[in-house]
């Protein structure tokens, strides 16, 4: 890529700074009398300096008495009238990056979170709306529910915590062992059973938990939509 170059013109009156313009290529420049770039001169000068591109990366310099001068990338050129001095410099012009690139992994990523929120929203809903024809269907003939629980729920964790897992990281293919906590929390309900542990029967959670399924309010949120 060619490089760009922009001209700089510093005026400073007893070294204080008056006034910094940047000059484009192409451009000219006159300091003092103008407005574009007013100074205090000297009495009988018409002007401090007059700048004009002259090629890519040189700029001509004249200066009120006349004399020429060339600034150039690294060689600057000072025009001085009693305490009144210009400072003229040709710098590299950089492009700056306003903002961060789009980082279309992240929007997809978040665009995924925000389906799967979504989805379960809908989902849970559903459930609260069917709660009692569900239960009424499955508990009574299940008699220990601590192991559906555990079969159920555990996977069901694992997986979402691997599906954040993955779309949070910023190497994917270092987070895919993620997927394999879904497999490893099979193993729950097998440590539920070999533990002999025991939790309620599906009837004693139907006659406790669901017990409203038996008003008519109940009846008609567990049968209603």
């Known amino acids: 890529m060619a490089r760009r170059y922009a001209l700089v013109a510093r005026a400073s009156y007893f070294g204080e700074l008056l006034q910094e313009r940047t000059v484009r290529r192409g451009d000219t420049l006159q ?25 890519a990366t040189t700029a001509a310099v004249r200066d009120g008495a006349g004399v020429v001068h ?9 025009v001085e009238a009693g305490p009144l001095e210009l400072r003229v410099s040709v710098v590299e012009q950089f492009a700056f990056r306003r903002t961060e690139p789009v980082a279309a992994a992240g929007s997809v990523a ?13 989902q849970l809903y559903w459930l609260e709306q069917r709660q009692c024809a569900i239960a009424g269907s499955l508990l009574p003939g299940l008699p220990d529910l601590g192991v559906w629980v555990a079969a159920l729920v555990a996977p069901l964790l694992g997986a979402v915590v691997a599906g954040f897992v993955i779309l949070g990281a ?3 293919r270092r987070a895919l062992p993620a997927l ?42 567990g049968t209603g939509g």
């Open 31 to 55: 300091v003092g009398g103008s407005s574009s770039f007013a100074v205090p001169l000297p009495e009988g000068v018409p002007y401090l300096a007059r700048i004009l591109w002259i090629s």
């Open 70 to 78: 060339h600034a150039e990338p690294g060689r600057d050129v000072v």
């Open 110 to 122: 978040w665009l995924l979170v925000v389906v799967m929120a979504a989805a379960l929203t809908a």
């Open 170 to 172: 910023e190497n994917t």
């Open 180 to 221: 394999g906590l879904p497999v490893l929390a099979l193993v729950a309900p097998l440590v539920y059973w070999a533990g002999g542990f025991e939790w309620r029967s599906g009837s004693e959670v139907m006659a406790t938990t669901f017990a409203f399924c038996n008003d008519s309010g109940g009846e008609q949120g």
